[in-house]
């Protein structure tokens, strides 16, 4: 019963790095989307997929790449980290059905310097 | 396009008060309503939703919340505060046209004084 899992949870980053945030969901949930949690200002959502194959854009998407090969992941790709993408990442997922909520990943706290 | 407006970033009730933490919101079309909870370095838990159907929303903890459409509102409320109720909660938006999609307003930290 793990839900949504995240990797890593903690990263430091240099500014011009790249990496990938993991987002794993065992619950066969067709819906997945991440975050970003900055203070202040709630969360944002960055990008988003409605299935296998099939990615769209949130609200600030600019930096960020993703890709949703299985029903399972969808990894986050940081492609040249600035220290504006500072900031707290979840993922999460639900099925498919707008009663739904969504269930939430602990987070990925990364710190660009 | 959708908001979400919470009022006060920072709420403190005593342990035993009433807890009320305001959510008001801005949507062309009939909205889908959700009330989140995150305690402390952990991810959002879902506490209650307002979709269809009753407008007083029953969820976790004891927690409800009343959708009001003519005042576009979604207040969160309990009426006795327990010390665990310390967290921050978030309000968000979505609708059936864009339910893929959650607006969260900016959260209100909960803090329970003794």
């Known amino acids: 019963n793990a839900g949504v899992t995240q990797t890593p949870k903690f990263q430091v980053l240099k500014t011009g790095q790249s990496m990938t945030l993991q987002c794993a969901q065992d619950m066969n949930h067709e819906y997945m989307s991440w975050y970003r949690q900055d203070p202040g200002m709630g969360l944002r959502l960055i990008h988003y997929?409605?299935?296998?194959?099939?990615?769209d854009q949130g609200e600030v998407p600019n930096g960020y790449n993703v890709s949703r090969s299985t029903t399972e992941d969808f990894p986050l790709r940081l492609l040249s980290a600035a220290p504006s993408q500072t900031s707290v990442y979840f993922c999460?997922?639900?099925?498919?059905?707008?009663?739904?909520?969504?269930?939430f990943g602990s987070g990925t706290r990364l710190t660009v310097v | 396009a959708q908001s979400v407006t919470q009022l006060g970033s920072h709420v403190s009730v005593s342990e035993g008060a009433l807890v009320l933490l305001r959510c008001n919101y801005s949507?062309?079309?009939?909205?889908?309503l959700f009330w989140y909870v995150q305690y402390p370095n952990q991810g959002l838990q879902l506490l209650l939703k307002y979709t269809t159907g009753a407008t007083l929303v029953k969820g976790i903890n004891g927690f409800e919340a009343e959708f009001k459409k003519s005042e576009t509102s979604f207040h969160l409320t309990k009426p006795s505060a327990h010390m665990s109720d310390a967290a921050e909660y978030f309000c968000?938006?979505?609708?059936?046209?864009?339910?893929?999609?959650?607006?969260f307003g900016q959260g209100t930290r909960l803090t329970i004084n003794p």
């Open positions: 999460a997922s639900r099925r498919k059905g707008s009663a739904y909520g969504y269930t």
């Open positions: 997929s409605v299935g296998a194959g099939i990615t």
């Open positions: 949507s062309s079309v009939p909205p889908y």
């Open positions: 968000a938006v979505s609708d059936v046209r864009g339910a893929q999609k959650l607006v």
